[in-house]
């Protein structure tokens, strides 16, 4: 599975991006697909996450009411909407892949098995 992210950019606080994270492959729809985060001298983050289908959804703690995740398995893409930015959601997104056919969401980037390359988000304050 190869995957792609984009969609990342400049916005103000307050504001709202909507990432998109292509997938190749004709087996999208076995993976649960998360969404990582890493600002500057920080860790990678987990922020979301959303099973197979659709069916189960995760979120950080700090994202949540704010961010929603969603997949159209039609098109091999998952998304994720952010809304209410806040300069602390400044990070470099990453999506990621985890085969997963059973339903199961992990939130341990170490789970997952493909990744994106990334895509930047900057939020001013």
């Known amino acids: 599975v190869q995957l792609q992210a984009s969609g990342g950019g400049l916005v103000q606080a307050g504001g709202s991006l909507r990432l998109s994270c292509a997938a190749s492959?004709?087996?999208?729809?076995?993976?649960?697909m998360g969404w990582f985060r890493q600002a500057p001298a920080k860790e990678l983050e987990f922020v979301a996450g959303?099973?197979?289908?659709?069916?189960?959804?995760y979120y950080a703690d700090s994202v949540k009411g704010r961010f929603t995740i969603s997949r159209d398995n039609a098109k091999n893409t998952v998304y994720l909407q952010m809304n209410s930015l806040k300069p602390e959601d400044t990070a470099i997104y990453y999506c990621?892949?985890?085969?997963?056919?059973?339903?199961?969401?992990?939130?341990?980037?170490?789970?997952?098995?493909?990744w994106g390359q990334g895509t930047q988000v900057t939020v001013s304050s």
């Open positions: 990621a892949a985890d085969f997963a056919p059973y339903g199961l969401v992990e939130t341990k980037g170490r789970a997952y098995d493909y």
């Open positions: 959303i099973s197979w289908n659709g069916g189960r959804t």
């Open positions: 492959g004709r087996t999208f729809s076995s993976y649960a």
